[in-house]
T-cell receptor, first 116, second 117 residues
Framework: ETGVTQSPTHLIKTRGQQVTLRCSSQ?????VSWYQQALGQGPQFIFQ???????GRGNFPPRFSGLQFPNYSSELNVNALELDDSALYLC???????????????FGAGSRLTVL | AQKITQTQPGMFVQEKEAVTLDCTYD???????LFWYKQPSSGEMIFLIY??????QNATEGRYSLNFQKARKSANLVISASQLGDSAMYFC??????????????FGAGTRLFVKA
């Protein structure tokens, strides 16, 4: 149990539709990041939220948007879905590892999106 | 710009032997953190080990150690006494400003490790 839960685990959409993916992290974890992982590739950074404000964004178009809520949950919204959006979407929250003091990402199990 | 390079798409190792997974990075920042994550077939990313750019000693966590060579910008993961359960994808990652929030973490393309019985 990592403390980061994502829903849904799997979903299928058609091209042009919109999707909302959800993430819930542990209380006190103020930073949440979203990643896209295409099959056989490493995770690609989409964006990061800190205290409900976006404070970092990767090379993704504006149709990828997000929200973070005061209760440590967050959403990733993707509009006008394209076939290439098919991927595993990972949510991660930051926590400080006691031993090293490092800010470490804790990931959820991901939401696998298939766009037909 | 930040960049992580993992040049080994796949690696094989015999059970109980040691294996080294390569990682090189590029950054213009003086302060950064290096991480290794494991991703089993279930998909969940599992944090393994961390090395700060100012840490003089190589990090160790149980059977995992990080061979950090700052001048060469390499951060190789060494797994000792491989077990069948080590078969997974392994990702090297970097974040600038390793003890601060608000910076993104980027990942390499990964290395798939196969442990043979």
């Amino acid at each position: 149990e990592t403390g980061v839960t994502q829903s849904p685990t799997h979903l299928i959409k058609t091209r042009g539709q919109q999707v909302t993916l959800r993430c819930s992290s542990q209380s006190g974890h103020n930073t949440v990041s979203w990643y896209q992982q295409a099959l056989g590739q490493g995770p690609q950074f989409i964006f990061q939220y800190y205290r409900e404000e976006e404070n970092g964004r990767g090379n993704f178009p504006p149709r990828f948007s997000g929200l973070q809520f005061p209760n440590y949950s967050s959403e990733l919204n993707v509009n006008a879905l394209e076939l290439d959006d098919s991927a595993l979407y990972l949510c991660a929250s930051n926590h400080v590892q006691a031993r090293s003091g490092a800010n470490v990402l804790t990931f959820g199990a991901g939401s696998r999106l298939t766009v037909l | 710009a930040q960049k992580i390079t993992q040049t080994q798409p796949g690696m094989f190792v015999q059970e109980k032997e040691a294996v080294t997974l390569d990682c090189t990075y590029d950054t213009s920042d003086q302060s950064y953190g290096l991480f290794w994550y494991k991703q089993p077939s279930s998909g969940e990313m599992i944090f393994l080990i961390y090395q700060g750019s100012y840490d003089e000693q190589n990090a160790t966590e149980g059977r995992y150690s990080l061979n950090f060579q700052k001048a060469r910008k390499s951060a190789n993961l060494v797994i000792s006494a491989s077990q069948l359960g080590d078969s997974a994808m392994y990702f090297c990652a970097m974040r600038e400003g390793e003890k601060a929030g608000g910076f993104k973490t980027i990942f390499g393309a990964g290395t798939r490790l196969f442990v043979k019985a």
